[in-house]
């Protein structure tokens, strides 16, 4: 599977309408595109997922991030 998905995709991606998944980009549930893109990245949309479902960061860069939340 492609990893870039436009916002149709992620949306089936997650298994919810189109309307749901901007609903939880609003209340940062899951990730915008990238810059300058209407591209979703799917790695990011699987850790978004993770996160909602409770599952713990499965890379280095979500135990840094987690650790480093308030840092700043």
């Known amino acids: 599977m492609k990893r870039g998905l436009k916002i149709e995709e992620a ?6 309408s189109i309307s749901t998944f ?3 980009q609003a209340a940062g549930l899951v990730p915008r595109p990238w810059p300058g893109t209407r591209r ?3 790695k990011a949309l699987d850790q978004a997922l993770d996160r909602m479902s ?3 960061p499965s890379s280095q860069y979500d135990i840094w ?7 700043g």
């Open 65 to 71: 991030k987690a650790d480093n939340r308030n840092v």
């Open 54 to 56: 409770r599952i713990e």
């Open 40 to 42: 979703y990245d799917r």
């Open 11 to 16: 949306a089936k991606y997650c298994s919810v």
């Open 22 to 24: 901007r609903k939880w």
